[in-house]
């Protein structure tokens, strides 16, 4: 991942996760969003960069809820990630654009992103073939966040 392509925007990622502060349910700002924890967004982009995986939720035509492993970068104020064209995920996308993200380390730090996804016009291309050896497409997903909680790990001093 280049970042010097389309930098992440610090003040507007900034703003999100202000916002997101703000209107954070009481269950949210007692355990993801206090200030004692809370990244900033240069913070929250290293540690967003520097995880190997996050998991995308979507919803079903029917509520059902559908996750998976996926990599998304952050570019602008935004995250872009690919998906196979032929997973549940996209026809989950079609019908309701909203998604969310998790993701942790080893030590205590999580982030929980939300937004509204939509399809890259014209990004459908070749991917390596599956298990089965058929072909496959990739189709390129650009997610416009909406909520971000960043939380660092714990100090040291305070889990003692």
Not at 32 to 57: C, I, K
């Amino acid at each position: 991942m280049t970042l010097e392509k389309n930098p992440p925007d610090l003040a507007a990622l900034q703003s999100i996760i202000n916002r997101s502060i703000r209107t954070a349910t009481p269950s949210v700002a007692d355990s993801l969003a206090f200030p004692a924890r809370q990244m900033t967004a240069p913070q929250f982009v290293e540690f967003w960069t520097s995880v190997r995986l996050v998991a995308m939720a979507t919803v079903g035509d029917h509520g059902q809820p559908h996750i998976a492993p996926v990599h998304a970068r952050i570019e602008g104020a935004t995250l872009r990630l690919v998906i196979y064209d032929n997973t549940v995920r996209r026809v989950d996308l079609s019908r309701n654009p909203r998604v969310a993200f998790t993701t942790w380390d080893a030590d205590g730090a999580a982030a929980i992103v939300y937004g509204r996804a939509r399809e890259i016009d014209g990004s459908i291309r070749d991917a390596r073939p599956g298990q089965s050896g058929k072909p496959r497409s990739v189709v390129e997903i650009e997610v416009t966040l909406t909520r971000i909680y960043a939380m660092r790990a714990p100090s040291r001093s305070s889990i003692s």
